[in-house]
């Protein structure tokens, strides 16, 4: 079981908005303000799209942004892209020693 | 611009050794903590260590049980994963990481992965 839960899948059109949660603890994503984002298309390295909650690392579009709400971490995807398609994973510090716990991933599917 | 190489995976029995290697390029390797994280087929990814950016200090997940040990030789730009008595559930991909600046936040530059099957 992982540490965070997320949806196992979204979908959305071409154009369109999706937004994926990702819920943990007032330990993990309630407590620190490093949580972060990646997509991964199977077969490549994992690309780190939302790092500290909000904040996009160069290059990548601001089409993706990071949100939080208490304990949930959300990830929006706007004007949405056949490229978009992929798996993302949430992430955060857990406290301690504890550097990093996911979330078991959702798969995005572009329509 | 950055690069990371992972090498070392293969195919192995349950209770044996493997190492794995992470080649540094195109950044002050020096500088920065570095990550193992792993994937282990159909399911999420999963933080394996961590080490400081001297090696002074090293950190483990819970399933890693005193197994592996994470090292780097800052002199050669190398980062590595000692993994001993492996057991079957450690079949997966092995991810060499580096984080954007400081030590907790993203993991913005991975290596490509290298493979570790675990079978009898």
């Known amino acids: 079981q992982s540490a965070l839960t997320q949806p196992p899948s979204a979908s959305g059109s071409p154009g369109q908005s999706v937004t994926i949660s990702c819920t943990g603890t007032?330990?993990?994503?309630?407590?620190?303000?490093?949580v972060s984002w990646y997509q991964h298309h199977p077969g490549k390295a994992p690309k780190l799209m939302i790092y500290e909650v909000t904040r996009r690392p160069s290059g990548v579009p601001d089409r993706f942004s990071g949100s939080r709400s208490g304990n949930t971490a959300s990830l929006t995807v706007s004007g949405l892209q056949a490229e978009d398609e992929a798996d993302y994973y949430c992430s955060s510090y857990a406290g301690g020693n504890n550097f990093a716990v996911f979330g078991g991933g959702t798969k995005l599917t572009v329509l | 611009q950055v690069q990371l190489v992972d090498s070392g995976g293969g195919v192995v029995q349950p209770g044996t050794s493997l190492r794995l290697s992470c080649a540094a390029s195109?950044?002050?390797?020096?500088?920065?903590?570095m990550y193992w994280v792993r994937q282990a087929p159909g399911k999420g990814l999963e933080w394996v260590a961590v080490i400081s950016y001297d090696g002074r200090n090293e950190y483990y997940a819970d399933f890693v049980e005193g197994r592996f040990t994470i090292s780097r030789d800052n002199s050669k730009n190398m980062l590595f994963l000692q993994m001993n008595n492996l057991r079957v559930e450690d079949t997966g991909f092995f991810y060499c990481?580096?984080?954007?600046?400081?030590?907790?936040?993203?993991?913005?530059?991975w290596g490509q992965g290298t493979l570790v099957t675990v079978s009898s």
């Open positions: 990481a580096r984080p954007n600046y400081d030590i907790l936040t993203g993991l913005e530059y």
């Open positions: 007032s330990g993990d994503i309630g407590g620190y303000n490093y």
């Open positions: 195109g950044f002050i390797f020096r500088n920065y903590a």
